[in-house]
């Protein structure tokens, strides 16, 4: 599996920025946002994906303006733009890299191993993101999610996801969806990281949501808006009484069987506990450039 996300560094957040407004960038990676996502796929019009290219491989070029990880969303690599985005990496300068990339409409392994293949043979240690955005990519999930060493994470993409099953952009109608691709990355051993909140003026329903992702199982939520932020980071990080509770059952479940707050302790608990520190720690970590 990549480092990328075992690296001790907080991966809370993922805020998108259109690749085309470089304006942005200074504000999104001074928003508290654990992860910047330079986006060439959705926000950039086809007419201008080769000036976005240009400027997203500048902006890579240039260390960010405070700590954060940088990762860049490419077009779909089946799209003449996507062979494009990989070409442009591949051939670039190593200053240009970005710390991550994200392959979007992945729908079978076979995707993310060419691309493996693809920046092996031109000696680029690059990690992957798949975002998994269709009802194909989600009924092949578990394949996808082992399909490569490189592979640190699996994204969920729920707008796209909606218009190929026709229903609502909704937390309940996807959950069964959101469900299987907590599984996979699970049994990978990787990380995933939930869709954007849509409603920029809902900061309750945002709370709510990412509270029921970590629920279910994810570990990173997407922004689309700054705004965002703050609520993620605060509803993906243990409080304080979390981390206390969490290291109340490690040390009662090292003496054997144990009772903590009225509850018998096993192994399996004290897997939970010892997720929730990690998070903890990974959360007051500053990060390195």
Not at 75 to 94: F, H, K, S, Y
Request: proline residues 7%.
């Amino acid at each position: 599996m990549s480092g990328l996300l075992t690296a001790g560094q907080p991966c809370r957040s993922w805020l998108f920025t259109p690749a085309t407004r470089p304006d942005r960038f200074d504000r999104a990676a001074r928003s508290g946002a654990d992860v910047l996502i330079i986006d060439l796929e959705d926000a950039v019009p086809p007419a201008d994906k080769a000036a976005a290219r240009s400027t997203a491989l500048d902006a890579l070029a240039t260390p960010p303006a405070v700590p954060i990880l940088r990762v860049l969303r490419i077009n779909a690599p089946v799209t003449p733009d996507g062979l494009e985005d990989l070409l442009a990496l591949i051939r670039g300068p190593q200053s240009a890299r970005p710390d991550c990339l994200i392959v979007p409409k992945v729908d079978s392994a076979e995707t993310i191993r060419w691309i493996d293949t693809l920046l092996t043979g031109a000696g680029t240690p690059l990690p992957l993101v798949a975002l998994i955005e269709s009802a194909r990519g989600v009924a092949a999930a578990e394949d996808i999610a082992g399909a490569s060493p490189r592979l640190a994470a699996l994204f969920f993409g729920a707008a796209d996801l909606s218009a190929d099953l026709g229903c609502a952009t909704a937390w309940e109608p996807l959950l069964s969806a959101r469900s299987r691709l907590v599984n996979a990355a699970a049994l990978a051993g990787i990380e995933a990281v939930d869709s954007p909140f849509f409603a920029l003026n809902d900061a309750a329903g945002l709370e709510r949501e990412t509270a029921a992702a970590l629920a279910l199982g994810f570990g990173a939520k997407a922004a689309i808006h700054p705004g965002q932020i703050a609520t993620i980071n605060a509803t993906l990080t243990p409080t304080e009484a979390e981390a206390a509770q969490a290291r109340r059952i490690l040390a009662e479940s090292a003496k054997g069987v144990a009772v903590v707050d009225g509850r018998m302790i096993d192994e399996a608990m004290a897997r939970k506990a010892r997720r929730i520190l990690s998070r903890a720690a990974n959360a007051a970590q500053p990060q390195e450039d």
